[in-house]
């Protein structure tokens, strides 16, 4: 079936042997603005009440920030500098810490490498010839590390039995310390 374009068929259509009938409705002679109902007619409503003006700030939100944020920092920055800069009283409980501990080391100082290898704690042995390890007052030593050094006191190993721990200090003089206790 050929194509037949709309312009063509409306200027010739005898030569196409073909007819277009179009129905016609009752309105056909009507003009448009007459077949397209009206719309219903409202009643006039009384119009809405104009808004009220804002009145507008007097200041700028923005720059009341920055103001506040440089006040802020000017506050925190001189209290911390005047807070520095007062004088220290220690209460009570920091003068006997103080004292406490100015006592043990001069208490550390009069001990003996002997009196120190008795106080160790020891909660931990793993006997490995060379690799033996031990944790003493809370830290993991190996054979040849030292474990005290006011003291020069280095962890040495085990006896071969395994009843005890070898250590010497700085006058080369070996200190051994039972695993089992009697």
Same mark, same amino acid.
């Given at each position: 079936?050929?194509?037949?374009?709309?312009?063509?068929?409306?200027?010739?259509?005898?030569?196409?042997?073909?007819?277009?009938?179009?129905?016609?409705?009752?309105?056909?002679?009507?003009?448009?603005? &007459? /077949?397209?109902?009206?719309?219903?007619? /409202?009643?006039?409503?009384?119009?809405?009440?104009?808004?009220?003006?804002?009145?507008?700030?007097?200041?700028?939100?923005?720059?009341?920030? =920055?103001?506040?944020? =440089?006040?802020?920092?000017?506050?925190?920055?001189?209290?911390?500098?005047?807070?520095?800069?007062?004088?220290?009283?220690?209460?009570?409980?920091?003068?006997?810490?103080?004292?406490?501990?100015?006592?043990?080391?001069?208490?550390? &100082?009069?001990?003996?490498?002997?009196?120190? =290898?008795d106080a160790m704690d020891i909660t931990m042995?793993?006997?490995?010839?060379?690799?033996?390890?031990?944790?003493?007052?809370?830290?993991?030593?190996?054979?040849?590390?030292?474990?005290?050094?006011?003291?020069? =006191?280095?962890?040495?190993?085990?006896?071969?039995?395994?009843?005890?721990?070898?250590?010497?200090?700085?006058?080369?003089?070996?200190?051994?310390?039972?695993?089992?206790?009697?």
């Amino acid at each position: 079936m050929p194509k037949v374009k709309w312009t063509d068929f409306q200027q010739n259509p005898a030569e196409e042997g073909r007819v277009v009938v179009v129905p016609r409705t009752p309105d056909f002679d009507r003009p448009f603005s &007459a /077949r397209v109902p009206k719309p219903p007619q /409202r009643k006039p409503q009384s119009a809405p009440p104009a808004p009220t003006p804002q009145p507008k700030p007097s200041h700028n939100p923005q720059a009341m920030g =920055i103001v506040i944020a =440089i006040v802020a920092f000017a506050l925190i920055t001189f209290g911390g500098l005047w807070f520095m800069r007062r004088e220290h009283e220690p209460s009570a409980q920091e003068r006997q810490l103080l004292a406490a501990k100015l006592a043990s080391a001069q208490m550390a &100082a009069q001990e003996t490498p002997k009196d120190f =290898i008795d106080a160790m704690d020891i909660t931990m042995v793993r006997l490995a010839g060379d690799q033996t390890r031990a944790n003493i007052n809370g830290e993991l030593y190996r054979v040849g590390q030292m474990i005290d050094e006011h003291h020069g =006191i280095v962890f040495v190993g085990s006896d071969p039995d395994g009843e005890f721990l070898l250590f010497r200090d700085d006058e080369n003089q070996t200190h051994f310390y039972p695993l089992y206790k009697r």
